[in-house]
């Protein structure tokens, strides 16, 4: 630097150039800021900054490593005659500090500039295209890469198959993959991650098994994670355990977010046995996620003792809960109406100031209005700074469990209003509260919004929960007419629902055919036998009463207290 100060102002000859980048790179590197901004000082006073579009280049992608994307914006703006370095290194820049749309505009102005992309440029600008879900753009930057003869190079490929699996396009995503004439462990990654980000875990566990025909090449870590994931959202244990093996060869069981994944694996697919083997691999390993995999796999499993000792466990190990182990934990007394514990739970959140969170918040909200305190519940949500959809869902879920329908109607109106896009619990926990109201006109008009308003494909439990709907009200014809013309098979819960409407209206015929479709799909279910039983007893029909008893003493089911 003492060198560098010592020579006259003007432009640095070649040697001190070099000199000024490996200082800018250095600076880069270690994110020093501070010096990166004086050694751009001196540039200024000498005129290299603006002469020199080499050292210009240098200080943009200084600037950008430091994480400070305005300034490099402005050395690029003063650059006489930017060259395919400069804009290069400004779109990867912009990427690099998550200004996607920048990123973007500022690969169209290299475009209309007239300087072809190279692989580095056009990849960065694919990942902008990720990051905003943006297929529109994407597919046009694919179209260059065609035109450029990049779309078959490993790094490009890569990034256009993660920006369609980002947008949700597989069709597109798996094209490109196919189309690659070699791949490596990040491509196979990206397919794993993006089918099984988008809900197609089976895919994802195909493409995962293809890689291991292909012994593996190149499996990191991620791969595994990727896949592991696939496993447990497919509550798949056998293929988990299979995986876990291939994980122990290659040497990554101990990798800190190598032993979440498998935990969090066992416990979604119900198996808390290895899941706590997973644990205790390394009892001093605990960690907030690990903890919280373990908590959410004892809730969902209805253990809440054990979910209520590993919290415990959390704390005696000096870990602090995040917001996501405070949402299982609530969750959990929320399900098994444990008010004082979720009361307890609930100071806790008040201490680690985690109350604003909309997570959180919203399983506050479901917990105090599953135990009836629905004035409170209403008043944690609206306390909440951010309401996501998922603050939404928590209390429209809320008003249906009190039969409170025109609130939930209320809440729904604010919802979309405030600008939330509903998703398809929304509409489960919206047409539940209509149903549990005898509000069936504006219970079948948010149906049909579904699809004609909002873009939502219904699913089973949508048509089942009208279903219950017209059974509830007593408007059986329709009931029977809706499931006639359902394009999806009705659920046990559709056919459970049905029955019970006809057990209170009576109806005989229709009774007999909800209650043997249910028996094909749930043999064993104890209120079947008894809801039919109750049916033939309102009309005295009493030796259809006794063939069904007969039949309920044939495969041993008794009717257990509290069940008439």
């Known amino acids: 630097m003492r060198k560098l100060r010592s020579q006259k102002a003007g432009p640095p000859a070649a040697a001190a150039s070099l000199r000024f980048a490996a200082l800018l790179q250095s600076c880069g590197r270690t994110g020093d800021i501070r010096r990166g901004r004086a050694l751009h000082a001196r ?10 579009t080499f050292l210009a280049n240098h200080l943009i992608t200084m600037y950008s490593h430091c994480a400070d994307a305005v300034s490099a914006v402005r050395v690029f703006g003063v650059v006489p005659r930017p060259n395919l370095v400069s804009w290069t290194t400004l779109v990867s820049g912009l990427v690099q500090n998550s200004m996607h749309h920048d990123a973007l505009a500022a690969f169209a102005a290299m475009r209309r500039a007239h300087i072809a992309p190279t692989q580095f440029a056009l990849s960065s600008a694919a990942r902008a295209a990720a990051a905003l879900s943006a297929p529109r753009p994407g597919t046009q930057l694919h179209c260059i890469g065609i035109r450029l003869g990049f779309d078959n190079e490993l790094f490009v490929a890569s990034n256009l198959a993660d920006m369609y699996s980002k947008c949700g396009l597989l069709h597109e995503a798996c094209r490109v993959f196919d189309q690659m004439p070699q791949k490596d462990a990040v491509t196979w990654t990206t397919m794993i991650d993006g089918y099984a980000k988008n809900g197609s875990l ?5 493409i995962f098994r293809d890689m291991k025909c292909e012994g593996l090449v190149g499996a990191d870590q991620h791969v595994f994670c990727s896949a592991l994931s696939a496993s447990g959202g497919l509550k798949d244990g056998w293929f988990g355990r299979s995986l876990h093996c291939c994980i122990i060869k290659a040497g990554f069981e101990l990798e800190t977010v190598v032993r979440n994944a498998l935990l969090d694996m066992y416990a979604k697919s119900g198996d808390l046995e290895n899941a706590s083997r997973v644990v205790s691999i390394d009892p001093g390993g605990w960690n907030v996620v690990s903890a919280t995999s373990l908590i959410d796999g004892y809730v969902e499993a209805g253990r809440i003792e054990e979910a209520l000792e590993t919290y415990t466990e959390l704390g005696r190990q000096g870990v602090e809960p995040n917001e996501f182990t405070f949402a299982s934990m609530i969750k959990g007394c929320a399900m098994h109406d444990l008010l004082e514990q979720g009361a307890q739970l609930h100071a806790q959140v008040l201490k680690t100031n985690l109350i604003s969170d909309s997570f959180v918040g919203s399983t506050l909200v479901y917990m105090y ?3 009836g305190l629905i004035s409170l519940s209403l008043q944690l949500f609206n306390e909440i700074g951010y309401r996501t959809e998922i603050a939404w869902n928590a209390v429209i879920n809320v008003y249906a469990q009190h039969g409170h329908g025109w609130g939930a109607i209320q809440a729904f109106d604010r919802m979309t209003s405030s600008g939330i896009r ?12 209509c149903s549990h109201a005898g509000l069936v006109d504006e219970g079948l008009g948010y149906f049909h919004s579904m699809k004609d308003a909002h873009g939502i494909e219904p699913k089973a439990e949508h048509y089942s929960c009208i279903i219950d709907m017209y059974g509830r009200a007593g408007r059986l014809d329709e009931a029977e007419k809706f499931i006639s013309e359902m394009p999806v098979k009705p659920s046990a819960y559709a056919w459970c629902s049905l029955l019970g409407a006809c057990r209170m209206q009576g109806n005989k015929e229709l009774g007999e055919v909800a209650a043997q479709n249910l ?3 749930d043999p064993n279910n104890t209120g079947i036998h008894i809801s039919l039983s109750g049916i033939y007893t309102s009309l005295g029909q009493w030796e259809d009463v006794k063939a069904v008893k007969k039949s309920m003493k044939d495969i041993s ?3 257990l207290p509290g069940f008439s």
């Not at 089976?202 to 195909?206: G, K, N, P, Q």
């Not at 509903?422 to 509260?433: D, E, M, S």
């Open 519 to 521: 028996m094909k799909l």
């Open 202 to 206: 089976e895919a994802a566990i195909l």
């Open 422 to 433: 509903p998703n398809h619990i929304t509409f489960v926990c919206l047409l539940t509260a």
């Open 557 to 559: 089911i008794k009717k």
């Open 43 to 52: 540039l200024l006073l000498t005129g290299a900054a603006a002469a020199s």
């Open 369 to 371: 209005g599953n135990c």
